[in-house]
């Protein structure tokens, strides 16, 4: 879907379009939490949504695979479109949304099976049936998150043994199995040591030939050494998103600039 | 707090100690191996084999009936039902008033069932019974295993495509076996060795139940009927009835740890 959309600057953008968010509200029972939201996410570029605590960053990312639902007290108006189709429209097949998207947790959260079992998981579910082929995807997957020379001897002892680095490794190989389009990690690497948030960024930068990538992150060095392009969220409201050059070096608004500055967080 | 806890400690060594005491002499082959023969309560030979077996029949059906009912159940509460669902949070608290009731009210209540049922006493009724008695405290025990599984484990299954059913099925049952495991063997500890439920309902007979409609004797009903009768060594013989109660507990205990041993190295912490 080639289309020119603007950013927050008014910019006409040359980027294609993959996801794109229309007047988007979410409330959690009377609160609000994301406001009024537009913005469109670049096909194959990482895209980092920043912000402080609190201010929506993971909602938004949830809201992009419906991950947040309407049950729960939580209500949602306004429109994403996925490859042009709106995920919210009634009668939409959920599953086949969240195929298309991989998804990273904070704290990766391996499936209580074997490591073979785990990135076989979302194949099976999906109707490989033939041994041959799901050890053909395991082992492609797992090479692709670079964690087959650690684990190939022991595919089949428990995910839970793994060290939390290689459950994160693990996570993406078990998402990149269902053959996604975009991948979305929610602050994918707080909770691993240096060494290993840097394999898994190393990762990202590759995968984005291939792959939508978006990230939540709150650490701002993060975001300049990966992203594309940038959002930033305050309490909830978009307040700038653009090409990430643009954004951290020139911030047109002042909450943007006060933020990567430092002077609110 | 050492002290109570010292307590609780002292109450089971002496229960041990009395029935080891009490029953140990009494305890032989054909008390396991034979049941009651003629004159058998009136301290002449004979087993009580029926009551070992009937017990085992009665409290096993009744487990795995209440866990065909508890899973589903539990796996509604905990992964299609919304955190704010009335009904859940409705179905939980009949759980708890349900946890509460006597047994004497299930077999009670059973042998209405059964009346209605057109049933007479017999093994299936006592099923019945059982399986009202310890349905709640499976549930809730495994209820409260499931609700410890943090939402993102979920998620993850989900976020790969995968529908309730199969994140039901696949992931939350063996996220919580171990849990699982747990509920059915505190369930089947309940069962074996309960006699208000199964007095009217299951019956008593000197004959090992050869179908779901015969009556079924029941171990805590043999140590009723031994211990009420006005012979010491009868009396005696229900201490070494109980002992067998017991030690059949101790080997389901021992059993179910060692499984929920094994099923916990899948677990993700």
């Known amino acids: ?80 479109c ?17 195929k298309k998207m991989g998804l ?130 305050y309490m909830g409201k978009l307040i700038e998103h653009g090409p990430a050059g643009e954004v951290f070096e020139n911030p047109r608004q002042e909450m943007t600039r006060e933020y990567i500055y430092g002077v609110i967080s | ?18 029935i080891l005491l009490k029953g140990l002499p009494a305890l032989n082959l054909d008390m396991i191996t034979k049941t009651p023969r003629g004159g058998f309560y009136l301290g002449k030979e004979g087993g009580i084999l029926n009551a070992i077996v009937g017990s085992l029949y009665l409290a096993g059906g009744a487990t795995l009936l209440s866990l065909l009912l508890s899973l589903p159940i539990v796996l509604y509460l905990n992964v299609f039902a919304g955190k704010r669902s009335y009904l859940a949070a409705f179905t939980r608290f009949s759980l708890d008033v349900l946890w509460g009731v006597p047994s004497i009210v ?15 006493a017999s093994l299936l009724g006592g099923m019945i019974a059982v399986t009202l008695l310890v349905l709640p405290i499976m549930s809730r025990t495994m209820d409260e295993v499931m609700r410890m599984v943090p939402a993102e484990l979920l998620d993850a299954s989900y976020a790969l495509g995968a529908t309730r059913v199969e994140t039901a099925f696949k992931v939350m049952t063996r996220q919580t076996l171990p849990g699982i495991l747990t509920a059915v063997l505190i369930a089947f500890g309940r069962g074996i060795g309960d006699a208000a439920s199964v007095i009217f309902t299951a019956g008593f007979t000197d004959h090992i139940p050869g179908s ?56 993700i912490k």
Request: charged fraction near 20%.
């Open chain 2, 106 to 120: 299930y077999g009670a209540f059973g042998f209405t069932i059964m009346l209605f049922l057109g049933l007479r």
């Open chain 2, 1 to 18: 707090m050492k002290a109570a806890s010292l307590i609780i400690l002292s109450v089971l060594a002496l229960i041990l100690a009395t």
């Open chain 1, 104 to 233: 990273l947790s904070q704290k990766p959260y391996p499936l209580p099976m074997s490591i073979f079992d785990n990135v076989a998981y979302g194949p099976r579910i999906h109707g490989v049936r033939s041994k041959k082929a799901l050890k053909e995807i395991v082992e492609r997957n797992l090479r692709m998150s670079s964690l087959w020379e650690e684990v190939k001897d022991r595919l089949n002892t428990p995910a839970s043994a793994l060290s939390i680095g290689q459950q994160q490794r693990l996570c993406l190989a078990r998402g990149l199995a269902v053959e996604p389009e975009i991948i979305l990690g929610d602050e994918p690497t707080s909770a691993l040591d240096p060494r290993s948030s840097q394999r898994i960024e190393q990762r990202f930068l590759e995968l984005k030939k291939n792959y939508t990538i978006i990230i939540v992150t709150h650490i701002l060095r993060q975001a300049r050494r990966l992203a594309d392009y940038v959002v930033f969220l």
């Open chain 2, 212 to 267: 779901l409609l015969q009556p079924a004797a029941t171990l805590p009903l043999a140590i009723f009927f031994q211990l009420g009768t006005p012979f010491p060594e009868v009396q005696q013989r229900a201490y070494a009835s109980a002992l067998i109660l017991t030690i059949v507990i101790l080997f389901v205990c021992v059993t179910s740890r060692l499984l929920i041993r094994k099923s916990s190295k899948n677990i």
């Open chain 1, 1 to 80: 879907m080639e289309s020119l959309f603007h950013d927050s600057r008014n910019n006409a953008m040359t980027f294609q379009s993959h996801i794109r968010v229309r007047n988007l509200n979410v409330h959690y029972g009377r609160e609000h939490a994301l406001k009024n939201i537009s913005l469109d996410i670049p096909d194959k570029k990482i895209t980092a949504i920043i912000g402080p605590s609190g201010c929506g960053k993971t909602t938004l990312l949830k809201s992009f695979n419906r991950l947040i639902e309407p049950v729960d007290g939580i209500s949602i108006s306004g429109s994403v």
């Open chain 1, 82 to 98: 996925v490859d042009g189709q709106n995920i919210y429209e009634s009668g939409v097949d959920v599953t086949r949304i969240r």
